[in-house]
Nanobody
């Protein structure tokens, strides 16, 4: 059974940091590019960051460049999103994706 399980979300103050994890199982993780998306209340799902299957290349949405870092550990079948300098507008449910698979999401709330 294919699973992508996100964790690490929570409540954080503006300027703070969180690290999200996505643990994969049921498919050949190392063969897939992986991505993080987010969906804020009342908005559509937005692409945030992507990483190639071997971890050699990363890309970011303009809104998070310089603040977020995507990484992966293929030995652990896990992809990460390190989020620094968090802003109120980063509040969203964050999802990991390795096409065609989606995780269940983890809530990130940035609030003072």
């Amino acid at each position: 059974q294919v699973q992508l399980v996100e964790s690490g979300g929570g409540l954080v103050q503006p300027g703070g940091s969180l690290r999200l994890s996505c643990a994969a199982s049921g498919f050949t993780f190392s063969s897939y590019s992986m991505n993080w998306y987010r969906q804020a209340p009342g908005k559509g799902r937005e692409w945030v960051a992507g990483i190639t299957s071997g971890g050699g290349s990363t890309n970011y949405a303009d809104s998070v460049k310089g603040r977020f870092t995507i990484s992966r550990d293929n030995a652990k079948n896990t992809v990460y999103l390190q989020m620094n300098s968090l802003k109120l507008e980063d509040t969203a449910v964050y999802y990991c994706r390795g096409p065609p698979y989606w995780g269940q999401g983890t809530q990130v709330t940035v609030s003072s």
